[in-house]
């Protein structure tokens, strides 16, 4: 595996592929790669000819500076474990080749980006993610792209802007891996103490009661959530948000009449986690074995 950090270094690395007509494969990461980057990874490297990891931590999105400050960063752990899963190329930018002296260009998704984590970090946070996932697609101009469904609003608003500007890149979403306990795995689990790491298993285990009322019968949005609230509070837990809503618009359902995507937000001592689970009514048995079968 080779690493550049320029966009020209970059091109110039996938024009001969491109010329043969090879199928180029990005996975957008931040780094502190974990078992979920790395089934991006894996996924890119069965589908696409050549595989580019980007390794950036885009300080646009972060609206707190003491989070950019305290994200963890590991970069020759990173490269390592990119390369051992297979990728060809590791595009590891700086800020200025990124955002270079006099940058004045955002954009911008509306309507999917309001609630949740738009409502939760701020107006500027997605901009900063549509901007800079747009910046890496004309950067390496990749045949497709490869996300996890853990950043389920973000999946969807990156859908959206592909679609909408008409971007010559397919978005590949894959599911969330989590371990063993069902913790989704995070790059900002590393910054949980062991009794955090312990306490922050109830975000899991609080969607899954919402999974298991649905599949008992329940279809009555603040029945199925006052358990999982209940679950929360035991281990001391106080969610941003704990919602239902349409997995296509994020929309909140107030009664189950179909797939829903039950999404929670939450902070564990400093550290904010999210997860969600993609519930169906008459499958949210298999949905949930599905959802075990990705623990590594």
Known sequence: MKTVDTVQALRAELAPARRRGETIGLVPTMGALHAGHLSLIAAARRRCDVVVVSLFVNPTQFNDPTDLTAYPRDAA????????EGADLLFAPTVEEVYPDGFATTVSVSELTEGLEG??????????????????????MPDVAFFGQKDAQQALVIRRMVRDLNMPVRIEVRPTVRDSDGLALSSRNALLSPAQREQATALSRALAVVG????????????????????????????????LVAPDTLEPVTTVTGEVLAVIAARVGTTRLIDNFLIHPVAAAASAVADRDERP
């Open 77 to 84: 752990r990173d490269a390592g474990l990119a390369a051992a």
């Open 119 to 140: 409502a939760g970090r701020g107006p500027g946070h997605f901009d900063g993610v549509t901007t800079v996932v747009t910046k890496l697609f004309n950067m390496a």
């Open 212 to 243: 298991e009322g649905i599949q008992a019968g329940g279809r009555d949005a603040g029945q199925l959530l006052a358990p999982a609230r209940a679950e929360l509070e035991r281990n001391g837990l106080s969610p941003e948000y704990l919602e």
